[in-house]
């Protein structure tokens, strides 16, 4: 059987200080942001995460590009992942008490966001409209891995290709207006696979690109009618 890596590891779910697939999850996140600032340069006065996961990307985007690192929004320590969350209710409220922004640094400014993924949209939504009313002049968005468009079969919570926002909007544009940003860029998946330093018939990126690397067993049929 083919042996594929799910490469939303490196991006997302492993923990930073961990070595998966022979590498630093940390070093290739701060790559995956470089790659970002190698496509999409806005012109901004700061670079700031969603903590915690889009922080080191933000790290890399900020060596890169040259401008300032800041730390814009504080997180909560002590509430989960949100889009983890089993109800829509229960997200928006993981959400709001999970990150609070520092305003006297953002007040006036030029703000782009380094952002590790979006799925449904409505976490990186709620997370913006905290952003809304605090003084920013524009609000722009880095994504470190391209637009999620499929769902996973493999036991990752991506349930419905129908929730996925990037399925439900038809270009970036549309995407940025439904979260309340000025721009919005997604890493290109050639980006991606270049952060890794690895091949890209190493990885499984069915959820980017809809090439599923296995066959999946028999939870595979009620998802592939759902596909259709
Ligand atoms: S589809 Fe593949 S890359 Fe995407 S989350 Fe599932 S296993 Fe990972």
Redesign the pocket.
């Known amino acids: 059987m083919k042996h594929c890596h799910?490469?939303?590891e490196l991006i997302y779910f492993a923990r930073p200080d961990s070595q998966i697939f022979g590498q630093n999850v940390y070093l290739c996140r701060k790559r995956l942001g470089r790659e970002l600032a190698r496509e999409y340069r806005p012109d901004v006065d700061l670079v700031m995460p969603f903590p915690d996961s889009g922080s080191y990307a933000a790290i890399g985007y900020a060596e890169e590009s040259g401008i300032p690192f800041e730390m814009g929004m504080i997180r909560n320590h002590y509430v989960g992942r949100t889009f983890i969350q089993p109800t829509q209710p229960m997200r928006d409220f993981a959400v709001r008490v999970k990150l609070n922004p520092v305003k006297p640094l953002l007040e006036g400014k030029k703000v782009l966001i380094v952002e590790d993924s979006i799925i449904r949209g409505t976490t990186s939504r709620n997370r913006v409209k905290h952003l809304q009313g605090i003084g920013i002049k524009e609000l722009h968005m880095v994504i470190s891995c391209p637009p999620t468009m499929f769902p996973?079969p493999?036991g990752?919570d991506f349930s419905s290709k129908g929730e996925l926002i990037a399925t439900k909007k038809e270009n970036e544009k549309a995407i940025a207006e439904f979260i309340g940003l000025d721009s919005l860029h997604y890493l290109t998946v050639e980006g991606m696979v270049k952060a890794t330093g690895m091949p890209k018939e190493c990885f499984?990126?069915?959820?980017y690109t809809g090439d599923y690397p296995i066959a999946p067993p028999e939870k595979i049929d009620k998802f592939c009618m759902e596909l259709k």
């Open positions: 799910c490469i939303f996973c493999y990752i499984c990126m069915a959820c």
